[in-house]
């Protein structure tokens, strides 16, 4: 098996990762109970780790799928652990997500794990490579809205259900955003393999800038007005309501106190 080539200290979680996940843990709790004073903290660490947990998931993913499909050199750069830190672009990956987040509530598509693609034989491979990621979000999404679609919210702290709503938000737009089929996301990752390799010459400069058009087009009211339309209706299919996803993100803007309209717990 190819996983045969990687030294167990390649594939060993990291201390770092099992630290957010711990963060993640103690903070969901805290908003469930409402322990903390302030239930906007607890929200904003809350959704705030479980978003990176996503986030390495989502670059795992590559990588793993990278390392099945023949790139062995993935364990020695250190992906298969989950630390966020090892990644190329940790600025891109983590920190201008959790911005982004905290800016305006829009779950943005990172690029991190360098493939080694000339290892790798056969396009429906570098597709799902490239698909692998936003799969990810795909089913981080489907984890947060289940208590939703399944009726199961009973006894279920209102500021809880406010942080899974916005989460799920995150994760949806993340997950349309990387579909997209622009240079240097995953959507086009995905096409790449079967375009042909004229037309792959002439758009591989564009790749770099890819996302900070998708960043200027989205600033653009008509558009963003457009993709968020978009997002609510997919939430409200999954029974989320566009009250429950603007509560949790006034929740988690907390220095912005805007609260008073949502009904959550004391």
Known sequence: MTTATTRHSDRRISPVFLGIVAVTAVTGWATWTGFAEQPGVAVFLFVTAAWIVSLCLHEYAHARTALHSGDISIGAKGYLTLN???YTHALLSIVLPVIFVMMGGIGLPGGAVWIERNRIQGRWKHSLISAAG???????????????????????????????????????TAA????LPVPGLDGYGMIEPWLSHNIRRQVEP?????????????????????????????????????????????????????NQYCSVSP
Do not use: H
Not at 216 to 245: C, H
């Open 84 to 86: 966020p830190l090892k």
């Open 176 to 179: 349309l955003l990387n579909f």
């Open 206 to 258: 564009l790749a770099p800038f890819g996302l900070l058009l998708v960043i200027a087009i989205l600033w653009i009211p008509a558009v963003n007005g457009v993709f968020f339309d978009v997002i609510d209706a997919l939430l409200r299919s999954l029974n989320i309501d566009e009250f429950q996803t603007y509560c949790g993100q006034n929740l988690y803007r907390f220095w912005t106190d805007t």
């Open 134 to 172: 936003p799969l990810t979000n795909v089913l981080f999404a489907v984890v947060c809205t289940a208590p939703f679609w399944l009726d199961a919210l009973d006894g279920v702290p209102a500021d809880f259900q406010f942080a899974l709503a916005f989460l799920a938000l995150l994760q949806v």
